[in-house]
């Protein structure tokens, strides 16, 4: 059974910064893309970052390019999510999944494994 524990979220100051992780067992890790999502309070869950099975491949939304970077540790089976230039706007739950492909994907469909999440708050 696939198992993703986030941690690493709390309360910043707009401009601050913050890097989340994703720790993953129970598979194998190394041959999965893997994802960061978010949800805040009345939203829909929405796509944050994406980063591919050998992490050679990246995507990312429009509204967190050039502040928040993806990346991955293979060998420690965690997954990183390093964001910079934190906006009130970014304030949400943090959600890490896996795929069962090792290809990267932005739609919440597209993973069948997540995290219970951790919380992101940032105050203006």
């Known amino acids: 059974q696939v198992q993703l524990v986030e941690s690493g979220g709390g309360l910043v100051q707009a401009g601050g910064s913050l890097r989340l992780s994703c720790a993953a067992s129970?598979?194998?890790?190394?041959?999965?893309?893997m994802g960061w999502f978010r949800q805040a309070p009345g939203k829909e869950r929405e796509f944050v970052a994406t980063?591919?099975?050998?992490?050679?491949?990246?995507d990312y939304a429009d509204s967190v390019k050039g502040r928040f970077t993806v990346s991955r540790d293979n060998a420690k089976n965690t997954m990183y999510l390093q964001m910079n230039s934190l906006k009130p706007e970014d304030t949400a739950v943090y959600y890490c999944?896996?795929?069962?492909?090792?290809?990267?994907?932005?739609?919440?469909?597209?993973?069948?494994?997540w995290g219970q999440g951790t919380q992101v708050t940032v105050s203006s």
């Open positions: 980063i591919s099975g050998s992490g050679t491949k990246t």
């Open positions: 129970g598979r194998t890790f190394t041959r999965n893309a």
């Open positions: 999944a896996q795929q069962v492909g090792a290809f990267i994907a932005t739609k919440t469909y597209a993973y069948p494994y």
